[in-house]
């Protein structure tokens, strides 16, 4: 990818990006899938009564990626929220919610899903991370939207029967 410095993370599952975390933010969308275990038993046990958490992110200038607090082979790594270029080629990513953001950017987003904190299964993980950075970037959402959706329906013109 030209003009983007980019590496390859957790055996090509991830490419991730560093240039566009200036780049607005149009639209956020809370984002779930079943958690990768690799084998591992703690963390497929975790699968069994727990979803992996991340924000897609679609910005100003079309891009759309994925903000993701990772557990990588260092959990303590500062750098476990990464930004990935989104695709949901396979469907395994399922949307929970919809969100308009206030005027922020991606790096701002990335930046509030604990960025710098190291990784921690209990106080510092993706749904705590993707919850936090939603709630101080959001404007508001499908649930508490300003403008909402009028449904309007035909109004009757006969007249009701009477019951005798």
């Known amino acids: 990818m030209r003009g983007y410095n980019s590496q390859i993370f957790e055996t090509n599952t991830f490419i991730l990006i560093t240039s566009p975390e200036n780049d607005k933010v149009l639209y956020m969308s809370k984002l779930s899938r079943k958690i990768e275990h690799g084998g591992q038993k703690n963390l ?31 959990p303590k790594d500062p750098k476990s929220t990464v930004i990935s270029n989104y695709s949901n080629k396979n469907g395994e990513w399922k949307l929970k919610e919809f969100y308009y953001p206030k005027d922020v950017t991606l790096g701002q987003v990335k930046n509030d899903a604990f960025d710098k904190k190291a990784y921690n299964l209990l106080t510092a993980n993706c749904q705590q991370a993707t919850r936090e950075s939603i709630k101080k970037n959001s404007a508001y959402s499908a649930k508490n939207d300003p403008n909402p959706k009028v449904h309007t329906t035909q109004a009757s013109t006969s007249k009701p029967k009477r019951k005798k």
């Open 44 to 74: 497929r046990l975790l699968g069994k009564v727990t979803k992996h958490h991340a924000i897609q992110v679609k910005t100003e200038k079309g891009g759309q990626y994925l903000i993701e607090r990772t557990s990588d082979k260092d």
